[in-house]
């Protein structure tokens, strides 16, 4: 069983920044994916960015250049720096721990991001 604990959300004006966390606990597997998804209301579930434990990241077009993954695998944890956000990027976003190679996936309880125009 993984535990993820996001944190960092909130409120902030076009234009600025934020950054969230998440942290893992309980880990079961050293190769993972952990990455960030958004929900927006009315709207589906999507990938915003992901990174592996070896240090490979992928993002949404709709945040390249704006938004950075890293993590610290020390710590099990992952962050998303969101610069130049916009009022598109309100949503809540969602931590997701998966393992490499097999069908196991936990998700975080998510964290509210709002941005005001």
């Known amino acids: 069983q993984v535990q993820l604990v996001e944190s960092g959300g909130g409120l902030v004006q076009a234009g600025g920044s934020l950054r969230v966390s998440c942290a893992a606990s309980?880990?079961?597997?050293?190769?993972?994916?952990m990455g960030w998804y958004r929900q927006a209301p009315g709207k589906q579930r999507e990938l915003v960015a992901a990174?592996?434990?070896?240090?490979?990241?992928n993002y949404a077009d709709s945040v390249k250049g704006r938004f950075t993954i890293s993590r610290d695998n020390a710590k099990n944890t992952v962050y998303l720096q969101m610069n130049s956000l916009k009022p598109e990027d309100t949503a809540v976003y969602y931590c997701?721990?998966?393992?490499?190679?097999?069908?196991?996936?936990?998700w975080g309880q998510g964290t509210q991001v709002t941005v005001s125009s």
């Open positions: 997701k721990w998966e393992r490499v190679g097999a069908p196991l996936y936990y």
């Open positions: 990174i592996t434990s070896g240090g490979r990241t």
């Open positions: 309980g880990i079961i597997s050293s190769f993972n994916v």
